[in-house]
């Protein structure tokens, strides 16, 4: 159980830093850029694989 906290703690920090990453760039009209949109897609993707280690440790 010890072991749990440290990785759900990791887990959230992630997910609210990609969200924070997201919610920024779609709410900053100036930052609708290829490479802000590329950054996107990399939040992304960090999400999928959040996912999936999730499934694999859960």
Not at 15 to 22: E, F, P, V, Y
Not at 35 to 54: R, S
């Amino acid at each position: 159980m010890w072991l749990a906290v440290p990785f759900c703690c990791m887990y959230v920090i992630s997910i609210l830093r990609n969200s924070a990453i997201l919610f920024v760039i779609k709410a900053e009209r100036s930052l609708h850029e290829p490479m802000y949109l590329f950054l996107c897609m990399l939040a992304i993707a960090d999400f999928d694989k959040e996912g999936i280690a999730m499934d694999v440790w859960g």
